[in-house]
């Protein structure tokens, strides 16, 4: 996949941010688990956040493929801070599509500029992979609606100023009776939880959302009554794209570690990367991200042409988070008994790398869409 200049512009920009200012704290990060707000301070002035967001609303206006690139690099320096990226574009995406003009004036400057922190809320401790059934539920009051339930594992609940939650709004019309709404973490009956501590990516942010009889305005809800379910859906490209991107950028990051690593490291009186099993690892790890990014840009490419993209976008998903694990799994094994050791980065790229394999979209559910669609003819 060959780049425009623009393109190469915004890769070249953002990985020396990545290279100068995330990744030299990355380690720390990961271990107090702290929101880095400088950081998306910084990424809001180069125009990261939102960067496929139209320059009327105070987006880039750029492309998907320039989003798919900004993910990669930003992933390079610490996955969690490209996992913030993506949280605000899939945001940033569903208010410029289904917002009135007063919600995008509302929300979308702060948004973009690193002011208003969000949240999406999706998944429930029965509705994960299966979204038709979620059981948070609004129910109409007047002239506006009272939402009640609460919502698990959702980036940035322990901090947010705003949430896009999903709701159940006639109990009796599965996937087709569900609406959004932006629900603020100031209202009355709103409660997060405390931070999860995670595995991996553990600067990004994650907790339970509580909703307790809180009443919203009638303008709360985002696009039409009882096309929730489907709006969220229409966003699931463009995030595993994002995903896809990541875990390129997650693999790239183990070779670049590994490759430096063996050169300098020496066992029976040579470099460790003279030894062809050191090798072959070293070449595949290279093989599959150059096969990972061509499938996340070529899915992105088809999505900038105004075609679908639901299998390429799975395929990209599934195939780079799969590898991800796999390679940094390699990289610990180039390491040896160092790459075990918390400190270095290669450890911290093995842990980073296991969620790709689950949000947006288990693996599994990814190989389903595959096939059906293949089937499908």
């Known amino acids: 996949m060959f780049l425009n200049e623009q393109h190469e512009a915004i890769r070249e920009m953002t990985h020396q941010f990545a290279e100068n200012e995330i ?11 702290r929101f880095p707000a400088e950081i998306y301070d910084q990424m809001a ?20 493929l320039s989003y798919s690139i900004v993910m ?3 992933s390079r320096g610490y996955a969690a801070v490209a996992d913030q990226c993506g949280l605000v574009e899939l945001i940033s995406t569903l208010l410029v599509q289904y917002g009135t003009d007063a919600q995008k004036q509302q929300y979308l400057p702060g948004l973009l500029q ?3 922190r969000p949240a999406y809320g999706l998944t429930e401790p029965e509705a994960g992979s299966d979204l038709a059934n979620v059981r948070t539920s609004a129910v109409r009051d007047g002239h506006g609606w009272v ?9 940035n609940a322990p901090i947010c100023d705003f949430a896009l939650v999903l709701a159940r709004t006639d109990k009796d019309a599965g996937h087709r009776g569900m609406g959004i709404f932006i629900v603020e973490r100031a209202y009355d009956g709103v409660k997060s939880g405390p931070k999860e501590h995670k595995m991996g990516q553990r600067a990004s942010l994650v907790g339970e959302l509580e909703f307790d009889n809180v009443r919203l305005p009638a303008d709360a809800m985002l696009g039409p009554e009882n096309r929730g379910f489907h709006i969220m859906m229409s966003v699931l490209e463009k995030g595993r794209v994002g995903i896809g991107s990541l875990a390129v950028g997650i693999m790239q990051g183990a070779l670049d570690a590994s490759l430096e690593y063996a050169g300098v490291r020496k066992q029976f009186g040579q470099a460790i990367g003279e030894f062809q099993g050191v090798q072959w690892m070293l070449a595949d790890m290279a093989k599959d991200i150059t096969a990972g990014r061509l499938l996340v840009q070529n899915a992105a490419t088809r999505m900038d042409a105004g075609l679908s993209a639901t299998v390429e976008s799975s395929m990209a998903k ?6 991800a ?4 799994s390699n990289a610990v094994q180039i390491f040896g008994g160092s790459g075990y050791i918390r400190g270095f980065e290669v450890e911290r790229l093995y842990r980073d790398a296991k969620i790709t394999q689950i949000y947006e979209g288990t693996n599994q559910i990814q190989r389903m869409i595959i096939a059906r669609n293949l089937l499908k003819g």
């Not at 694990?325 to 940094?328: D, I, K, M, R, S």
């Open 318 to 323: 599934c195939f780079a988070s799969d590898a």
């Open 147 to 155: 939402l009640n339930g609460s919502k698990i594992w959702i980036n």
């Open 325 to 328: 694990v796999q390679h940094t």
């Open 45 to 64: 002035q180069l125009g990261l956040f939102g960067i496929s967001t139209p320059e009327e609303y105070g987006g880039a206006g750029c492309d998907v």
């Open 23 to 33: 990744r030299p704290i990355a380690g720390e990060l990961d271990e107090t688990e």
């Open 72 to 74: 990669e690099e930003l």
């Open 114 to 116: 690193a002011k208003l």
